[in-house]
């Protein structure tokens, strides 16, 4: 099969668009042929590397997918040939205390297709049958590939860990990347009002689109928690979505009494000092959580199959492309999801 892979870490240039052998489906795995695959941050940091990752080289990038399925390995049930599919990238063991209550992304053997598992950018990916979803018939791959992890990992961030009820405030932090536009919809969609901070106009016209109530753009209001703080009528928000990391203590300061902040990432940095008052003063919560159950995925790719919520696409590159694909995500040129074209 065509693939791209790399054998060692490093810039784009690492990566190869090059002949690789079509994975063989194991026991309770199942061989997709892709139609499609998405690009997610995650991939870029998988190919610079960090200290102690290890991969079986020549890796293969690639968390999201969609496509038909080409092959069975044993003990496979429940799908035939040719089935439309798209992929959950959560791979749980399924035999641990965690996976059997449903929490399948609190595995104690957790992995990511794409992040120590060859994934999804190429023709083929065999992964376990229990991480498929059936892909309705009409309803473009492509569409699919996209919404797929960030969908999913802003639903339980917002719902199954948030909690967040129809008629609280939400600020999303960041208002143009993958999940933080899931969540801005997501948010929408459960009946909140929601905020988004942002630099720039463009972006802010994104997150306007995709249902915000209310935009403050940090490109000139660099004090945007005040801004919240008088937007709420000095209450401050429900919620924050935080996924920058860095803004925490601003995020702390935009929050209400009894706030929740939620994070699933920290695309400003991991380290960062915060004032501890404002957690027990202002009777803070942070909720962390990673990814997705299996129940979530169900959910939100039903939501994104009924089109109650959307990706929104950036431009799409053919397989062979994915090196400027990848330049494009790290130079931050798009808006809404990168995808890989799969023939
Ligand atoms: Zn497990």
Redo the contacts with the bound molecule.
């Keep these: 099969m065509k693939a791209v892979l790399f054998h060692t870490h490093g810039g784009p240039e690492v990566l190869e668009y090059t002949d690789f052998p079509t994975p063989e489906p194991g026991e309770g795995q199942v061989l997709v042929k892709l139609k499609a695959a998405a690009l997610n941050r995650l991939d870029v940091w998988v190919r610079n590397g960090w200290p102690g990752i290890k991969l079986d080289y020549p890796h293969i990038p690639g968390a999201d997918g969609a496509g038909t399925v080409a092959g069975l390995g044993g003990c496979v049930s429940g799908w035939n040939i040719g089935d439309r599919v798209v992929i959950n990238s959560n791979l ?5 205390p ?2 059997i209550a449903g929490q ?1 992304n609190r ?4 992995r990511l297709l794409g992040e120590t598992v060859r994934g999804t950018y190429a023709e083929f990916v065999a992964v376990p049958a229990a991480n498929l979803y059936p892909l309705p018939e009409g309803f473009e791959a492509r569409a699919a590939a996209a919404a797929a992890l960030v969908f999913h990992t802003a639903w339980h961030s917002l719902i199954t860990r948030g909690g967040l009820k129809p008629g609280e405030s939400i600020l999303v932090v960041g208002a143009s990347g993958g999940v933080n536009t899931a969540c801005i919809q997501i948010a929408k969609l459960a009946g909140a009002t929601v905020y988004a901070v942002g630099s720039g106009q463009e972006k802010l016209a994104l997150a306007e689109s995709l249902g915000a109530d209310h935009l403050i753009d940090r490109s000139s209001d660099e004090n945007w928690p005040k801004a919240v703080f008088n937007l709420t009528g000095k209450r401050g928000v429900d919620v924050v979505v935080d996924n920058v990391g860095t803004t925490f203590p601003s995020s702390f300061r935009a929050s209400a009494k009894g706030g929740r902040i939620l994070t699933v990432g920290n695309s400003g940095g991991p380290k960062f000092e915060i004032d501890n008052r404002f957690i027990f003063g202002k009777h803070l919560s942070i909720i962390g959580s990673s990814m997705g159950t299996k129940a979530d995925f169900a959910t939100v790719m039903d939501l994104i199959f009924a089109g109650k919520l959307k990706a929104t696409l950036d431009r799409d590159y053919p397989l062979a492309e994915a090196r400027e694909a990848q330049v494009r995500l790290e130079k931050g040129e798009q808006l809404g999801k990168i995808t890989l074209a799969i023939d």
């Design positions: 749980g063991c399924g035999k641990c965690a996976c399948d595995c104690r053997d957790w």
